[in-house]
């Protein structure tokens, strides 16, 4: 077997594992977490570390962006440019860092979210406070490793001389882990920082009254001081940004909605671009114009609001259904010794503070060690200047320079690097002048050595040096505030006034399920009559309904649930046009049908809804109980499996039900007997049946006055005088009002009653026959008879055809 063909087994899921869990390690440590330190990422980091070792300076002059991305891609970084270009620009726009760290001259970017030009057209150089985080780094303050190729050193971490994690603050997403840290302002977290040395105890609420919250470079207003404590405890919480906005009164006595500041990372023209579709798409009516006047001047977006329109409810609306305001959720992880952790403000503040330590105590070392090695030659000088004589009588006695120093060694005690020292000293040091001024640098070096001891030794010295830089960082470069905090979340209500306008307008529904609106012009255009509205061949308008655009529709099905329906919402159509199904406006289940659709206008008027179902039942619901902002659906009462909503009427409570059955039975009871119950509630009984019976009709009555009409399945009809049915108790057998002739030589009048009306005046009413075919009458033909008559009939009707349902025509 060759060498090539000799292969060890393995199993994928253990390849797979390791090699993902490898790449994941890689990902969040060295690509998309930033370090809890310096706040940086890597590509950052060495974008920041190749620009300062090049000497790309505050006080230089710019250098294209293409040389740098090339030194950190060559040097440090082994990605593509893209990326590394890509991290660049981000921390050269001021509306995504804090405080820039790179200073950018060019096109780079804007809130837009116009891309920067490309790295060859492009220049910079280190911002000003970015040298601040490299401070010190050439005194042993932070270690260094190899690079990717090991032909040179990078930092593996900067000395950060501000806490730039919060300041800055940081996005990222990497494998298994997210990092949301929100930007802060300067000055806070130093004052933070500060307090935090010196009473390393305080707690959260102590913090807090330094940082006040996250503070937007692009500013706006936020809302939640609950969420930021959440955010500042346990490392997550949800804060609300609102844009900052002012209400203007214009010429004319129009009002405009200026906008000035908007929440963070969201890009201007998008936003701008929903607004003006929602003006274009008549979502709310009174937007009038949206214009982008930003410039030199600052952020301004103008939202002109036509008259008489409510600027107040259309900002509000504006804020609820566009970026004018979001929610962002902080999610602070960082990478602590190589691992990532989601971290509280404190624990944060507390690491900073640690790697300070460190840094200072390294950068007190180095400069010990470079003046103790000062001290130690000028001390061999100053020797050296007040024997000068023997000095110069040994060197001259020296074959060569090795052994006029080995001389010097032997002869006077000096070390070799003093020996050195002396043998490099140019003549014009030995005047009086010289001699002096040797002497007095010995001495401040002593002092400083003494001075730089004390802060190693002090713990106490050593955190007054950390302060006492923040605190010349925070008076260089601190700023003033910029996001606004608010402690309440405020809640946004949106007025159907804003969203709708108010208009009369006519639903139908046709036995079918198709729905539509029409406005009043469309309807007047087509003839105003309301029975010749548009339907499929077969079907027909059941229910026709003036209603304003601001009312609401209560739908109800036959089994027990409803579905609340805004008026504005019905899909527009000509009153000559079929509709749309209801099925595309609400989620109604195939094997559900409606049984009544309710129009309100007020919950709160003091109403009932009264459902009668086909077995009898009958129960009352305040009408309030059934306001909602679901849009599915909802229970409206509970419904036996063999039962069906036949009837929902809406009710003052003060008349008296009359139900009717299919088999001629008839029960008169006052509603008041009728209980109010619960929602979801099967009600109580109204008629006992017989077991083939079922109720057809519910009426609602009043007096004594009118008259009950029935009509028969073959089209056979008569009207009883109310008089003739007493109110009875609720849950009796009811009384007969109809006789159904029967026999192989009389000519039937029907098998079951079709429906029933109360008369009270002259009614036309439409019969809808099996056939398809309509027959149209008036309760005038039929004729008034005893209770237990057996009707006229009111058409006539082809064999084998029967009514299927009636309509009352208005």
């Known amino acids: 077997m060759g060498s090539l063909e000799n292969f060890l087994p393995a199993y994928l899921e253990e390849v797979v594992g390791d090699r993902f869990g490898r790449y994941s390690k890689y990902i969040i440590q060295d690509r998309a977490i930033p370090d809890v330190r310096d706040g940086l990422k890597p590509v950052q980091r060495r974008i920041l570390y ?8 505050p006080d230089k002059p710019y250098r294209k962006s293409a040389k740098t991305v090339g030194d950190v891609m060559g040097n440090y970084h082994p990605h593509g440019d893209a990326s590394i270009y890509e991290g660049m620009v981000r921390m050269a726009q001021p509306w995504k ?3 820039v760290l790179v200073d950018g001259h060019g096109n780079w970017g804007s809130q837009d979210d116009d891309p920067a030009a490309a790295m060859r057209y492009t220049e910079a150089r280190l911002s000003p406070i970015a040298l601040e985080l490299l401070r010190d780094i050439e005194k042993r303050t932070v270690l260094f490793k190899d690079n990717f190729d090991n032909t040179t050193k990078e930092p593996v971490v900067l000395p950060a001389r501000y806490p730039n994690l919060l300041v800055n603050g ?4 990497s494998s298994g882990f997210a990092t949301e840290i929100p930007p802060h302002n300067l000055r806070e977290v130093i004052d933070a920082c500060i307090a935090l040395m010196e009473r390393p105890e305080i707690d959260l609420t102590t913090i807090m009254s330094y940082i006040k919250g996250p503070d937007f470079p692009t500013g706006g207003t936020i809302m939640g001081e609950n969420g930021i404590r959440d955010a500042y405890e346990t490392g997550k919480g949800r804060i609300y940004l609102r844009a900052k906005t002012d209400i203007e009164n214009v010429r004319g006595g129009k009002q405009q909605i200026v906008i000035t500041e908007i929440p963070y990372q969201i890009v201007k023209s998008r936003l701008v671009t929903a607004m003006e579709n929602i003006r274009l798409e008549k979502k709310i009516e009174g937007i009038a114009e949206v214009r982008d006047e930003s410039g030199r001047q600052g952020l301004r977006i103008v939202v002109e609001i036509k008259k008489e329109a409510d600027a107040q409810g259309i900002l509000a609306y504006l804020y609820k259904k566009t970026d004018l305001q979001i929610t962002y959720n902080s999610n602070m992880v960082a990478i602590v010794n190589k691992t990532p952790k989601q971290l509280s403000i404190k624990s944060m503040l507390e690491a900073y503070i640690a790697h300070q330590r460190e840094v200072v105590t390294f950068r007190t070392q180095y400069e010990l060690e470079k003046a103790e090695d000062r001290a130690h030659v000028l001390e061999g000088l100053v020797k050296a200047l ?5 000095v110069i009588a040994a060197i001259k006695a020296s074959k060569n320079r090795g052994d006029a120093q080995n001389n010097l060694q032997w002869m006077f005690g000096f070390t070799e690097r003093q020996a050195d020292a002396i043998l490099t000293l140019q003549l014009y040091r030995l005047t009086n002048l010289e001699i002096t001024s040797l002497e007095k640098d010995l001495g401040d070096l002593q002092k400083k050595i003494a001075g730089l001891r004390a802060i190693l030794d002090s713990d106490k010295k050593l955190t ?8 010349e960082i925070r008076d260089k470069f601190g700023i003033d505030r910029r996001s606004d905090i608010q402690g309440e979340v405020e809640e946004l209500k949106v007025n159907l006034e804003v969203l709708v306008t108010q208009e009369d307008v006519l639903v139908t529904l046709s036995n079918e399920g198709y729905i539509k609106r029409t406005s009043q012009l469309s309807f007047t ?8 509205s548009g339907a499929k061949e077969g079907d027909y308008i059941r229910q026709v309904l003036e209603v304003n655009t601001r009312e609401n529709l209560l739908i109800f099905t036959q089994k027990g649930q409803y579905f609340l329906l805004p008026v504005h919402q019905v899909p527009e159509f000509k009153w000559k046009d079929n509709g749309t199904a209801i099925v595309n406006v609400i989620p109604l289940s195939k094997e559900d049908r409606i049984a009544s659709v309710i129009p309100v206008k007020n919950f709160d008027e003091g109403l009932s809804l009264v459902f009668v179902t086909k077995k009898g039942q009958v129960k009352r619901t305040e009408l309030k109980e059934y306001q909602s902002k679901r849009s599915g659906a909802i229970a409206a009462a509970k419904v036996g499996a063999d039962d069906q909503i036949i009837s929902v009427k809406l009710s003052s409570g003060d008349q008296d039900i009359f139900l009717v059955t299919k088999l001629g039975m008839a029960i008169r009871f006052k509603e008041q007997e009728i209980n109010a119950q619960g929602r979801v509630s099967g009600g109580v009984r109204g008629i006992q049946l017989k077991d083939e019976d079922e109720v057809v009709a519910a009426l609602w009555v009043e007096g004594e006055e009118g008259e009950i009409m029935l009509i028969t399945d073959l089209g056979y009809a008569k009207r009883s005088l109310l008089l003739d049915y007493p ?19 009389v000519k039937p009048n029907g098998s079951r009653i079709a429906g029933a009306f109360f008369c009270k005046e002259p009614l036309s009413i439409t019969a809808i026959l099996l056939s398809g075919q309509t027959l149209t009458f008036s309760s005038e033909q039929t004729p008034i008879a005893d209770r237990k008559s057996i009707g006229k009939g009111i058409g006539t009707l082809e064999k084998k055809d029967e009514i299927v349902n009636l309509r009352l025509n208005s």
């Open 97 to 99: 860092m804090g405080h």
């Open 386 to 390: 007040n024997i000068l004589d023997e």
């Open 727 to 745: 109110t009875q108790s609720r849950s009796g057998k009811g009384i007969p009002s109809f006789e159904f002739k029967e026999g192989k030589r």
């Open 525 to 532: 255009r087509s003839g105003g009559i309301k029975d010749a």
């Open 50 to 57: 190749a620009m300062y070792d090049s000497g790309n300076l």
């Open 170 to 173: 940081v996005s990222g997403i």
């Open 464 to 471: 007054n040096v950390i302060k006492k830089e923040l605190l």
